[in-house]
């Protein structure tokens, strides 16, 4: 048997998508459904793909299946492809399983020659329309399928244009366009050495293999691998009876949605076009009416259409994005999919058919990707702003950003701007309104679009390097203006300056570049690798279609999608609707793991809670050591205690030795052991006094923690980074000292900053992340851990007395052996119980581990004896299992990995669940095995990873615990992984 | 029933050691084997741990018994203790089962008081034995049992001596020792408050309790802590029946070795006195006489003596260390013990025995300690050098050493000294004979002990600071004198003085100070935490016993096991011996595991054949960049190879912007293009050019390899290190820069250097020993790795062309991914095939990684996949299952964690069998069920540590990688493991 290539539309349906293409299937389906679909075939990607792999050859007998099918076609349309006097003309559309730019998208009209053209104007009666139908196919076609350049025939039809003195299109008469169309035949011959294919079969068997071989230019693949896209899905090819929207004032066609795809409210909304074809609305030459218009001018006709969208949507039980053209009166659906949608629709559409009864809680949760929630999560561009391509209105756009506008947008068609003066001058309440205003009227200018490197929106002045960036900008709170800053690449030398901007646009790089890491750490928008634009750093300007932007202009990207537009786009504040809660709510129902925050203040914490944490799982305490006033005395206390052990290490040593010593050696001995305890003194009491001085603070910072996170569990993690990381840069320090030596050979100052520099060489370390940190700093630095634990167990019993709940979980980190948990637990609850003896009130707490350490998982079932809750370090655990410094993998070579395929994700982002999951599953058995009660979290960043959860959740654990503005994707992802394992016990 | 503490010796045997002591069991055997052992009794360890259980009390009943068993003895002797005519004496020693220094050891002639001294006058008709044998008593028991200053004692004692213008002790009449005796006793009373106990159950029991106590004294608790021995054991009190070697001239008393002690010779060795107690041979105050002269002098006793030492020696199958004594012609045995002797003497008496049928094959292995092989793998002091304690010389020596002398030692009682430039003018046949003679009749003065850092023994002049050192020192084969760097501590500031010395010597620090992990690393000896001496740095002097050694003395130290020397003493090369050859031969046969060895040149690999190895384990290809003359060409390839990398990325990116650019931005892309391709020409050539030049030179390094290993397989790693470790050191680098900046701002070098800087700041890394090395290097510069496969394949090429057998193993280091391994081995694989057709031979080859990252074992199936062998990387691995950056941990935390007693071992010395092993265990069950055949191997530092061969063994691996040097411990251990087995075998 065969294959069937071939498929009439009654032949298929929607399940079909993999065999008929998106397109091919919902015909497929709405044909079946009894809608009004010009009849029509589809071409299977299985052809597509017998084509590919035959070396570009069309399967045997296609072409004859297709002549076959069309012999249907054509008696359901009561016209004949070719037929002089009654011509069928179609339309040839590609059709993958996912859409895909780059690919051949629509020929239409073929079937259109010099013999059939007369048979149209004859039918029709209309010469103009008929010529401009033959025009537009012949361009098409030159365009798409002979592969020629379009702007030779926009030139050819400008001068026409020009010659009758019109400015558009429809004005020029069918002998100028007969000439138009002759004059593009002739470039078609003079460029490809050929005539103009006049018979409709070849034509269909051009454009048919045109849409194949689309499906393998390097645009397409190129797509595919960024998108992770098979290769060998293939395309299919639909071809479908013409009909016209373009037949008068009855006719016209639109594009629509059965509901709002921006806020998700409950409305058909859409434009249509009298008069026109679809490609007409698509390319934004005229401007399109909304689709409520329809409902005034053909009441009947929006009638049928608005059933139509219902039927679809309770048909297809979700949201629809409809084509639709109506020909002389008379209605057809050309294309129907699921529609895409803003997240905050999304949400509201998922909410909302819930409850219309259309879909169950379930499927509401799993409409809604949890990454996508990080877009209502920051600012965002308002989703009701419409824009319009640069390329449009480049020419007016390019007098007007010389003067620096606030905004810059198009206005009844004409390019309008805000200035920033009299922008300013508006109160906000009017800014606001006057914004509201614009946003229902005007179009903003859409530049070009980058790489979503890092979500949120931001605008401010456009800003080429980092000193004025740092100069100007107001960074952090602090003043200045808001800035944008636009580099070709950034670089480490930038910094300064990424810090200062709101936002960051670059040239080149991709989503692991410089730039994208930065920004993401930062928590910065960024659009990266926006390729459109070519940035021009000692000018300070960029251009892009032939507009310069200067220095100073004001610009808005947008970190969520890769978007760049001219001056200050109105945005919407991130903001949790009611649908958004309710959603998470039913997903807090259905997970099965808890979510907490990672969050190391009060205001972060407080976020947590507002974003629906459960507790905090990593409250990092030597982030509260980095403050600006507190920096100082934490610098004084290492500094003190590295000079303090290291005596208190010589005098034990000294003593040690002093049993055996007796004569010259005793002496000798005594003598130095009274010189080191002498010296100790000093570094001794300024650490012990530093110390004295941050218990307060860190209990007044645990008090404010706590009083936000009533009743919910906070785990605090002592003391962990590498002592060189709160001391001064060694390399600054190590340039000045020789400087100064050579200036000021004599000076204090060189002195003063020669002890730093031999302070800092003395925590210095060649692999710091392997080195002297975590529970190894606790164990030789045991006055740190005590003050915290200090603080943390005195601002428990200090709530506890005000009737606040308070459930503290001190948690241990970088624990490789047993006995350095067993050491430091012991030590630490003494301290704990003696805080809680004197103060004669007890708290509930916890003593518990990371694990974030190959060693760690390995052993867990020893250290399950001593900890009553593990939390998955996976950050470190990533680090140590696969061997890659995060701070240097990422620049150095885990990009080149990514882009080489060697690695299919960052392991910093999705956690490695062949390896580090490996480890997870070994500790969880074993921890659980010698402890049932263990609690077990992860903190890393991995928390608040889709992927991430999903794993966590297979592997059992209790919670996860992200930044507190993941928290809300975290608990979607958790319900997914629930709901996944629902759907498979049903599967079983 | 009441536990028996006290054991008549008829009552126990030799495998009693736990419960009667090493002394009272071997006393109970010999008894028991009829040899004549004065009559006594034991009391157990259990007595002495109830007596610490119960707060330093004697159990109850104690004493009794002892009093009962006494009567059995004084039955046996015919003498009652504190029988006033006919007294018994005994001797009262402390006997643990392991000897310890530090515990009480003897008190002799305990019974004797104003009473019984009259009956042993009566008895012996000799006044002064009498009074002489009070005397001792009297001290000792004052000094051990009363914990009086001994110094008091002998000033008294001196002081007698003066008065009766005597200079020996046996000069003093009977009236003035009765004198010394009651000054002795007053000074008692005043010290103690009370008299000397004179009831001689009193001074038995004082003397019982004084052992127990000394158990649990400060120095024998650390003594036990250092060398691992558990508290719980407890000493047993051995009880015997006085004989006396000091009554006359058929008396005597001496200590002997069934056979040589330092060299194994089948010969009784060991000394003598006339007329003398025991403690007078063991104090060296009189020189005794070597044992071969009792055959002379007393040819009847020496036959018995001679017979008796052949019957232990067939009833323990060992070598023997005897005490006895002769009482007017009367032989008793005192103790006999299984005999220490010198690595050597333990191969040969061990191989001996195996000839003479007195033991197995398998237990001759068991008899040498593997990790004592090291001794002999290193020059060491000759073995038959004899010893005098510098505290005896001391006044003798002051003198002599301002004159800075070669040799220093002691002869015919006198000090005695060579000359530098005596020694230096005889010929070099003439030095060596003097040396022989010198061996023979002289003492060398041993100066002081501390730990064995580090093992061999090396001579030079005392040199007190690392630049000295650095200046006159020959360092590693360079001009100048041997150097020994004494300090107190050594600290990174010293490297350069270290690497010029021949040996360092310590006052302070452990066996993981930074003295002794530089050592060890430098393969030099060292002696560490010596603490007897008292270094004075800034006198450039160090002074011990009242003696000060200044700079220029020469000095010896012995690495292996801690002592330092006066002089350049003389010592033997590092030998194999024929039955050390023979010893490891049989090792060989009963391993099942194979030794290879690390080696990076063809001087190692050629060591290696030498010592065994069967292949070379770990080849690491980048060692040979680090010549002298290669090292610039390697920089200048890495520095190029970096910015050709970078611009190669650029142009590539280019490239891809180009396909979608247009108008103005494909213009500039256009210029961009070829400005970077342009760019890119310098460094690449370069870059390749050096390779070029590199690639003979690698291929001669594996050729002269292949040549040396014929037939055997050697391991090649691909290049390893972080870039950085090529390069110069940035800091140095930085201080230059700023330097150059301020004082030559505008001069080529300050251009040139800057350059440098940058390229080592591109390559530089937060944390190098997690970041771009490896496999990562090998796939971000695949002509690093395709000019060494070149280099390995052509080499073997050529050698096969000789008709020499070649199996190169090709190994990709830090592995943790199976797309790394596949895409490098296809890459590599392809190499090694073009140069093998373009040769027309083939080669046996294999493929294989190193397993040295958590992930690498965690996926060792997958990998199994593609490789062919494993070896396992142990040091990374520890580094990466730990966390523990070896570089920081050892110096920053790891002294600490081990002097905490947090871990037992230093995991990059032994393995660490519960982390790493669990991952080594996952790999090999993993790897082994992906393919069956593959091979296992271990290249980490852990091959050459016994316990983790051993552990290896238990693994299953196939072969143990190591040093040269170490080759032969691994044989050893490999065997031990082996044997173990079938000990368990048996055991079942």
Redesign the interface.
């Known amino acids: 048997m065969t294959t069937k290539y071939v498929y009439l539309f009654h032949e298929g349906d929607k399940d079909q998508k993999g065999l008929l293409g998106g397109k091919g299937a919902n015909l497929a389906e709405m044909t079946n459904l009894g809608l009004p679909v010009p009849p029509g075939l589809t071409i299977t990607t299985e052809a597509c793909n017998a084509y590919t792999a035959n070396g570009m050859q069309l399967p045997a007998g296609l072409i004859e299946d297709v002549r076959a099918a069309l012999a249907t076609v054509e008696e359901a349309a009561g016209k004949k492809l070719g037929d002089a006097r009654n011509p069928l003309l179609v339309s040839v559309r590609s059709g993958a399983r996912f859409s895909m730019p780059g690919m051949m998208d629509t020929v239409l009209n073929l079937g259109l020659n010099a013999e059939t053209l007369r048979g149209l104007i004859d039918l029709t009666g209309d010469e103009r329309f008929a010529y401009d139908a033959y025009r537009r196919f012949v361009m098409m076609f030159s365009d798409i399928v002979l592969d020629l350049e379009r702007r030779a025939f926009d030139r050819i039809f400008d001068e026409a244009k020009s010659a009758a003195a019109v400015s558009e299109d429809w004005q020029l008469q069918p002998e100028q366009l007969k000439e138009v169309v002759a004059r593009f035949k002739r470039h078609v011959k003079e460029q490809t050495g050929s005539d103009f294919p006049e018979d409709p079969l070849q034509q269909l068997e051009l454009a048919v293999r045109a849409v194949f071989d689309s499906w393998n230019n390097?645009?397409a693949i190129?797509y595919r691998e960024i998108e992770k896209i098979p290769h060998d899905l293939g395309t299919a090819v639909n071809v479908q009876t013409m009909v016209f929207g373009n037949m008068g004032a009855d006719s016209g066609t639109g594009v629509a949605f059965t509901r709002d795809a921006s806020t998700g409210e409950n409305a058909i909304s859409g434009e249509y076009l009298l008069n026109a074809q679809g490609e007409d609305v698509v390319a934004g030459i005229r401007t399109p009416s909304p689709i409520a218009h329809l409902r005034d001018e053909n009441p009947q006709l929006y009638g049928q259409f608005a059933d139509i969208c219902r039927t679809l949507e309770q048909h297809y039980r979700d949201m629809m994005d409809v084509e639709f053209t109506f020909e002389k009166g008379r209605l057809y659906f050309l294309q129907c999919r699921v529609a895409k949608r803003a997240t905050a629709a999304a949400v509201k559409i998922a909410v909302d058919m819930v409850h219309e009864g259309l879909i169950p809680k379930e499927e509401a949760l799993a409409r809604v990707e949890p990454k996508r929630l990080d877009d209502l999560l920051h600012p965002q561009i308002d989703p009701q702003v419409k824009r319009v391509p640069l390329g449009e209105v480049a020419r007016d756009v390019a007098g007007k950003i010389a003067s620096k506008p606030a905004l810059i947008y198009v206005d009844d068609g004409r390019v309008a701007t805000v200035e920033h003066g009299a922008w300013d001058a508006l109160s906000d309440e009017k800014r606001a309104e006057r914004m509201r205003e614009l946003i229902g009227r005007a179009r903003f200018i859409d530049m070009a679009r980058g790489l979503p490197a890092s979500p949120g929106a931001a605008a401010g002045v456009a800003i080429f390097d980092p000193d004025t960036a740092a100069a100007r900008g107001r960074g952090n709170g602090g003043g200045g203006e808001d800035v944008i800053l636009v580099r070709e690449e950034t670089s480490p030398d930038d910094i300064h300056g990424m810090t200062s901007s709101q936002g960051i646009l670059t040239e080149?790089g991709g989503m692991s570049s410089h730039a994208a890491l930065v920004a993401r750490g930062f928590g910065k928008p960024c659009v990266a690798g926006c390729?459109?634009?070519?940035v021009d750093e000692e000018a300070r300007s960029f251009?892009?279609?032939?507009v310069t932007v200067p220095e100073g202009q004001v610009l808005t990207i947008d970190g969520s999608n890769g978007s760049v537009m001219l001056g200050a786009i109105p945005t919407v504040p991130a903001r949790i609707s009611p649908e958004l809660t309710e959603l998470l709510g039913w997903a807090d129902e259905a997970s099965r793991m808890k979510v907490r925050a990672n969050a190391d203040n009060p205001a972060d914490a407080a976020k947590a809670v507002e974003l629906g944490a459960r507790g905090i799982g990593l409250c990092r305490t030597e982030h509260m050591f980095f403050g600006e006033e507190r920096l100082p005395t934490v610098r004084e206390m290492l500094l003190a205690a590295a000079s303090a052990k290291a005596l208190q290490?010589e005098v034990a040593?000294l003593r040690?030795?002093l049993?055996?010593?007796s004569?010259?050696?005793k002496n000798?001995?005594e003598e130095r052991l009274a010189g080191a305890t002498t010296e100790m003194e000093a570094p001794m009491r300024r650490y012990l006094g530093a110390l004295e001085r941050l218990l307060p603070v860190q209990q007044g910072d645990f008090e404010a923690i706590f009083r936000v996170m009533v009743g919910n569990p906070v785990t605090i993690r002592l003391i962990d980074p590498p002592m060189h990381e709160f001391l001064p840069d060694h390399?600054a320090l190590?340039?000045e000292v020789?400087?100064l030596r050579?200036?000021q050979p004599d000076s204090p100052e060189l002195r003063d900053q020669e002890a730093l520099l031999a302070g800092v060489n003395a925590v210095r370390?060649?692999?710091?992340?392997?080195?002297?940190r975590g529970c190894?700093l606790g164990?030789?630095y045991p006055e740190i851990n005590e003050m915290q634990v200090k603080a943390i167990f005195r601002a428990a019993i200090k709530l506890a007395g005000e009737g606040i709940a308070v459930l503290p979980e001190v948690m241990i980190p970088?624990v490789?052996?047993e006995?350095?948990l067993k050491?430091l637990r012991t030590l630490l609850e003494t301290t704990a119980r003696a805080e809680m003896e004197a103060a004669g009130r007890s708290i509930d707490y916890q003593f518990g581990t990371m694990i974030?350490?190959?060693?760690a998982a390995?052993?867990a079932g020893q250290l399950a004896e001593t900890a009553e809750f593990f939390s998955f370090g996976t950050n470190?655990l990533t680090?140590?299992?696969?061997?890659?410094?995060r701070?240097?993998?990422e620049s150095?070579?885990l990009g080149?990995?990514l882009q080489?395929?060697?690695?299919a994700e960052n392991p910093f982002e999705t956690v490695?669940q062949?390896?580090?999951g490996?480890?997870m599953r070994q500790a969880i058995r074993a921890g659980r095995d010698a402890r049932p009660s263990i609690k077990l979290g992860i903190c890393g960043e991995h928390g608040g990873d889709p992927a991430s959860v999903i794993f966590c959740h297979t592997l059992g654990l209790s919670y996860v615990s992200c930044s507190p503005y993941r928290v809300p994707i975290a608990r979607l992802a958790a319900a997914h992984a629930a709901l996944q394992d629902v759907a498979q016990e049903r599967g079983r």
Do not use: W
């Not at 251009?543 to 032939?546: D, M, Q």
């Not at 680090?879 to 410094?885: A, E, K, V, W």
């Not at 080489?900 to 690695?903: D, I, R």
């Open positions: 390097e645009r190129r080149r390729e459109a634009i070519v251009s892009i279609a032939g290490a040593a040690r030795e049993q055996s010593a004569g010259e050696k000798k001995t390399d190590l340039e020789t400087r050579i200036e370390e060649q692999n710091p992340m392997l080195g002297l190894r164990i030789l970088l490789g052996f006995a350095e050491h974030e350490l190959p060693r390995l052993i470190d680090q140590t299992t696969l061997g890659f410094s701070d240097d993998a150095k070579f080149k990995y080489m395929g060697l690695l490695d062949v390896g580090v490996s480890l």
